[in-house]
């Protein structure tokens, strides 16, 4: 991935903005400095980076801090990490298809007074002003950004259909589960109304008065029965 490119997606994502390439901040040259056209006017500072070892020897971007209110860095997936920056300092990863960005964390808004001198270098000198419709290839711009589209939709269709799916397989594991419950509670409430109709159980604490009737002849089967029993009237009264 060239530096071109992810210069690129930074005038995608700043097609409404000012954009300037290569800007010369009277002491190095910042790969891109962003003007947000509405509202805040915040001044964003881009510093691309392509390779490794150009990251671990530059020490020049700390100069950059004072010509933007957000200076962020930008590379290609996973190249820098967070830790590697200060808090304030945001970071851009590009996705490895490179047809986008991806905010890894944004940037502490600074509140500085951007320097005269760079407003006077921008009106006196020309500079150009970066959007995706002035791409030297159009062609290959409108390649790229179809080719991004068709994979978000190839995403998104993947995604519903595993969701559909796996909804659909939960949904019907519920209702398994309640038809095998209410036939259980069925069959409960038949084995209720025969001990109540041979007058082993009534209507206040039934199954204490259940045991304690059957307590001199009752087998191992039978008291597996009676706690189940207590267990699923006790359930029903609280609910109740």
């Not at 070892?53 to 010509?67: A, H, M, Q, T």
């Not at 967070?82 to 970071?91: N, Q, R, S």
């Not at 199954?207 to 029993?229: C, F, H, I, W």
């Amino acid at each position: 991935m060239r530096a071109k490119d992810l210069l690129k997606l930074l005038e995608v994502r700043h097609s409404r903005d000012v954009v300037v390439p290569e800007c010369n901040t009277n002491g190095g040259i910042l790969d891109a400095w962003v003007m947000v056209r509405y509202g805040s006017f915040t001044v964003h500072g881009y510093e691309i980076k392509v390779s490794r070892s150009d990251f671990v020897r530059d020490e020049k971007w700390r100069g950059y801090l004072p010509y933007c209110h957000r200076f962020s860095f930008v590379c290609p997936w996973g190249m820098i990490q967070l830790e590697e920056l200060p808090d304030e300092v945001g970071l851009l990863w590009a996705a490895r298809p490179g047809t986008r960005l991806y905010i890894r964390r944004k940037a502490v808004h600074r509140n500085v007074v951007i320097p005269i001198s760079l407003w006077q270098s921008l009106l006196s000198n020309r500079f150009r002003v970066g959007r995706p419709f002035a791409e030297e290839n159009s062609q290959e711009y409108w390649r790229e950004w179809l080719a991004g589209k068709e994979q978000s939709k190839s995403l998104g269709r993947r995604v519903s259909i595993t969701m559909k799916h796996r909804y659909r397989r939960e949904v019907e594991e519920v209702r398994q589960r309640i038809r095998h419950l209410e036939s259980r509670l069925r069959d409960y409430e038949e084995m209720a109304a025969v001990l109540t109709e041979a007058g082993l159980m009534d209507s206040y604490r039934p199954a204490d008065a259940l045991k304690q009737r059957l307590a001199y002849s009752m087998g191992p089967d039978l008291t597996r029965v009676l706690n189940e029993l207590h267990e699923l009237w006790t359930s029903r009264s609280t609910k109740s």
